[in-house]
């Protein structure tokens, strides 16, 4: 997909931006977000309205993310390559996807990544929460490297192995994958320890859980930049409270980390478009300091 024509008045915007945050120093991740402040979230994560598109993902997804699928989308993560390239490539081999699964955007994934990293820039956050928003969505290649669909790739994530929560979105869609009539998957901690910490559970596979593979031997990322990662999509956890009885001290810890890196995916996406290419040199002096020039992917 080409890049969209900026006017030169949405560049002299994006340059003016760009000078802006290079004078802010010193914040802490974990500091509330500020570009969102003046927002209309109202408009975010609206379900209800969603087209169907959105609509009819989610019901492949919630019918074939079982515990069999899987257990082999990881057998398959461990034995199958998908090629070998850096993480700029990998941005711009990812730019032709939509994601079906959004009711926020339809934007390339280019301009979510940038967005979503430029934000977290003008708040002044640490380099290291700058290229997590810039690769965060990253794991959506897994659709360029045969997946079965888009519901094994994108929307949100949940616990497979045991009962199906209710907040989840549009939980009743679960009546037809098999394992909610299982009478071990069905139970409340299904195969699962009570508290046994959220690194022991499978979550259903996609973007997040693939990445997270992908850097966490591969990548100098702190532990808060990979639950970020990890756990963007577990919005049943992380905003519905969700889980809590497989939670450890530990996911109370990364919850933090996850909640405050969010706002930058969720509500940039009505942010002004980005230039890919002024903006390049800068993240990819950010990506030489986390990545090897090249991954195995």
């Known amino acids: 997909m080409p890049a969209p024509i900026h006017s030169g008045r949405e560049l002299d915007i994006t340059s003016d931006a760009i000078d802006e945050v290079n004078v802010i120093k010193g914040k802490l991740w974990d500091e509330d977000s500020e570009f969102d402040q003046t927002k209309d979230k109202t408009q975010f994560r609206d379900y209800e ?3 169907d598109r959105v609509k009819d993902f989610y019901k492949e997804q919630h019918e074939k993310q079982t ?28 730019n ?24 977290i820039r003008r708040d002044g956050k640490p380099d290291w929460m700058q290229v997590t928003g810039l690769v965060h969505d990253l794991g959506k290649l897994l659709l360029l490297f045969g997946s079965e669909g888009q519901w094994d790739v994108v929307g949100d994530t949940f616990v497979v192995g045991c009962k199906f929560s209710d907040k989840i979105i549009y939980p009743e869609t679960f009546v037809n994958n098999p394992d909610t009539y299982d009478a071990v998957y069905s139970t409340e901690c299904g195969i699962y320890k009570p508290h046994c910490g959220l690194d022991n559970v499978m979550l259903s596979w996609g ?9 966490k031997d591969q990548s100098t990322l702190p532990e808060e930049a990979l639950a970020m990662i990890r756990y963007h999509s577990f919005y049943p956890w992380h905003r519905e409270g969700a889980y809590t009885h497989l939670c450890n001290e530990k996911d109370a810890k990364i919850l933090a980390a996850v909640k405050a890196f969010n706002p930058y995916d969720l509500y940039s996406k009505s942010d002004e478009p980005c230039d890919p290419v002024k903006l390049r040199p800068y993240y990819e002096s950010l990506i030489a300091k986390f990545f090897p020039p090249v991954l195995d992917w």
């Open 49 to 51: 309205s969603a087209c």
């Open 67 to 94: 515990v069999a699928f899987n257990i082999q989308a990881r057998v398959d993560f461990k034995t199958k390559s998908r090629g070998r390239m850096s993480v700029w490539e990998a941005i711009e081999m990812l």
């Open 96 to 119: 032709t996807l939509i994601d079906e699964s959004d009711p926020d955007t339809s934007l390339s994934q280019i301009e979510h990544l940038l967005q979503t990293a430029e934000a």
């Open 207 to 215: 973007h997040d859980e693939y990445l997270y593979n992908v850097f």
